[in-house]
């Protein structure tokens, strides 16, 4: 592996982005905040997915909850501050679902739906912050 090739790759040895290529790229700065803010994500979810699979079983404590939802409110704000509205909207009908009463049974089933929603479009922003924007010409 070359330089070029292993400025590309974390620690960890997998690609800092699976969009990017060993090639280095050119992205905007809207881009390149946009990146970094979606790859503070998916820890998030992981944690989202433990608090709802705890409520399925009945074994979560409401200050957890709580917490998912105020994690979900950071998120929409952080996504449409950075005009990512999709990943916004999504987030904001999981914290609404988990604000909103009702059986635990119906309300877990949604938030695992909103949940898959919200990555669906997280993997679309992802792929859309990585592509370098095409430089229009100078004349």
Request: hydrophobic share 40%; aromatic share 6%; net charge positive.
């Amino acid at each position: 592996m070359g330089f070029r090739e292993a400025a590309n790759y974390p620690a960890s040895g997998g690609p800092a982005n699976p969009y990017l290529g060993p090639m280095a790229v050119k992205l905007s700065a809207k881009q390149q905040t946009q990146v970094s803010f979606l790859q503070l994500l998916p820890p998030k979810f992981a944690r989202w997915q433990s608090v709802i699979e705890q409520m399925g079983g009945g074994k979560v404590d409401e200050s957890f909850v709580r917490g998912m939802i105020r994690t979900l409110d950071e998120v929409k704000s952080g996504a449409s501050q950075l005009g990512l509205g999709a990943l916004a909207g999504a987030a904001s009908q999981m914290a609404s679902t988990a604000r909103r009463g009702g059986g635990a049974q119906v309300k877990v089933r949604a938030l695992r739906e909103d949940l898959a929603s919200i990555r669906t479009n997280y993997e679309s922003a992802l792929k859309k912050a990585s592509i370098p924007e095409e430089e229009s010409p100078e004349t």
